[in-house]
């Protein structure tokens, strides 16, 4: 693997905690996807990209579609299993490879009605982003819907403490505090223009953002979000 994901892969797969569904994600479920869209319907399919641990995938299931987990790391993902796969049927975790031209295909063609990214898509170099877009398009089918999560220089605690690295498009972040010890390489999104650019491929619908911030020595944990269809 590329040593530039070398990094970041490490990372991930030791773990990440997250036990419970955040709130974005069921206001996205309750204000945009049932309200809008009445989803889901029967049948209905989505893939929680970086699902972590889980606790979106199985909220999403619960709602009633029938969901794939997937990750990097084989340690969260043995946890979402035990946590949530005797919940319902109509849900399954599988671990994926970092790179996207590895991995076959996400589980799905052309059947997806929803691929859902909450903070996982800004690991990748440019090439192998939009070779994850190209799969995520050829997944969704015909007005199927994608909904992604960004970080912005606002997070100072990450960009301040990041550093340029051989790929013009990440840059490697690196720094400790008394709760997290942060080292791996993302990109960032300058402002909305520029995450509606990235994201071109899909035709956006919603831009909005949200942000939480807990301790007066972190920066708010500013995420935009991309909410969009396939074209
Ligand atoms: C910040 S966590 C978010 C987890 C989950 N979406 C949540 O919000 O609770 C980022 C997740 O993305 C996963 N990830 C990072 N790069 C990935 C890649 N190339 N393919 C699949 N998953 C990846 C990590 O293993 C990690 O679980």
Not at 19 to 41: A, C, D, G, M, T
Not at 191 to 204: A, E, G, T
Not at 206 to 217: D, Q, V
């Given at each position: 693997m590329?040593?530039?994901?070398?990094?970041?892969?490490?990372?991930?797969?030791?773990?990440?905690?997250?036990?419970?569904?955040?709130?974005i994600v069921?206001r996205?479920?309750?204000?945009i996807?049932?309200?809008?869209y009445?989803?889901p319907?029967?049948n209905?399919?989505?893939?929680?990209?970086?699902?972590?641990e889980?606790?979106s995938s199985?909220?999403?299931?619960?709602?009633?579609?029938?969901t794939?987990?997937?990750?990097?790391?084989?340690?969260s993902?043995?946890t979402a299993?035990?946590?949530?796969?005797?919940?319902?049927?109509?849900?399954?975790?599988e671990?994926c490879?970092?790179?996207?031209s590895?991995?076959?295909?996400?589980?799905?063609k052309?059947?997806v009605d929803?691929?859902?990214?909450?903070q996982?898509l800004y690991?990748?170099g440019?090439?192998?982003?939009y070779?994850?877009?190209?799969?995520?398009?050829?997944s969704?089918?015909?007005?199927?819907?994608?909904?992604?999560?960004f970080?912005?220089?606002?997070?100072?605690?990450?960009f301040?403490?990041?550093?340029?690295t051989a790929?013009?498009?990440?840059r490697?972040?690196?720094?400790?505090?008394?709760?997290?010890?942060?080292?791996?390489?993302?990109?960032?999104?300058k402002n909305q223009?520029?995450?509606?650019?990235?994201?071109?491929i899909f035709?956006p619908i919603?831009i909005?953002?949200?942000?939480?911030?807990?301790?007066?020595?972190?920066?708010e944990?500013?995420h935009l979000t991309f909410?969009?269809?396939?074209?």
């Amino acid at each position: 693997m590329n040593s530039l994901y070398q990094t970041t892969d490490t990372f991930w797969k030791k773990k990440y905690n997250s036990p419970n569904v955040e709130s974005i994600v069921f206001r996205l479920q309750s204000k945009i996807l049932k309200h809008e869209y009445n989803l889901p319907k029967k049948n209905s399919k989505l893939i929680d990209f970086g699902c972590g641990e889980g606790s979106s995938s199985n909220f999403f299931a619960e709602q009633g579609y029938n969901t794939i987990g997937l990750d990097i790391s084989k340690i969260s993902i043995q946890t979402a299993k035990k946590r949530y796969k005797k919940n319902n049927k109509n849900l399954k975790f599988e671990v994926c490879k970092f790179i996207p031209s590895d991995q076959k295909i996400y589980g799905f063609k052309n059947n997806v009605d929803v691929i859902f990214a909450l903070q996982s898509l800004y690991y990748l170099g440019k090439k192998d982003f939009y070779e994850l877009l190209e799969i995520f398009n050829r997944s969704l089918k015909k007005n199927g819907l994608i909904f992604a999560t960004f970080k912005t220089p606002n997070q100072w605690d990450y960009f301040n403490n990041s550093k340029k690295t051989a790929d013009p498009w990440l840059r490697h972040v690196k720094f400790k505090n008394s709760r997290i010890n942060i080292n791996l390489n993302q990109f960032f999104v300058k402002n909305q223009d520029d995450m509606i650019n990235r994201m071109r491929i899909f035709k956006p619908i919603h831009i909005g953002r949200y942000t939480m911030k807990l301790t007066n020595y972190e920066s708010e944990g500013e995420h935009l979000t991309f909410f969009g269809k396939k074209r």
